[in-house]
């Protein structure tokens, strides 16, 4: 069973910059597709950032494109999520998912995805 904690959300400043961390247990197969997503108040769920753990596949959200860096620590079996130029539009619930099948062009739909942590939250003012 695989299980998803996140950490390093907080209160930043605008232009301020932030790591999320994903860290990953449980796994059964040698390669994921992991992604990170977010959610504010009153809003629908949005997919941030999307990577293959085996390569080949990276992709962002027009949003956070070129702010915002998914990255992995194969040894620690940890997904980060490097924030820069941090604004409120920014401010919301950010969780990780992961899929042992392959990424597909779909996955900010969020319904590829069969494992989710609780989710860490972001401040941005």
């Known amino acids: 069973h695989v299980q998803l904690v996140e950490s390093g959300g907080g209160s930043v400043q605008a232009g301020g910059s932030l790591r999320l961390s994903c860290a990953a247990s449980?796994?059964?197969?040698?390669?994921?597709?992991m992604a990170w997503f977010r959610q504010a108040p009153g809003k629908e769920r949005e997919g941030v950032a999307c990577?293959?753990?085996?390569?080949?596949?990276?992709n962002y959200s027009d949003s956070v494109k070129g702010r915002f860096t998914i990255s992995q620590d194969n040894v620690r079996n940890t997904v980060y999520l490097q924030m820069h130029s941090l604004n409120p539009e920014d401010t919301a619930m950010y969780y990780c998912?992961?899929?042992?099948?392959?990424?597909?062009?779909?996955?900010?739909?969020?319904?590829?995805?069969?494992?989710w942590g609780q989710g860490t939250q972001v401040t941005v003012s």
């Open positions: 998912a992961a899929d042992p099948r392959f990424c597909s062009w779909s996955w900010s739909t969020g319904k590829v995805f069969r494992y």
């Open positions: 449980g796994y059964t197969s040698d390669t994921y597709c």
């Open positions: 990577f293959a753990t085996g390569g080949g596949f990276i």
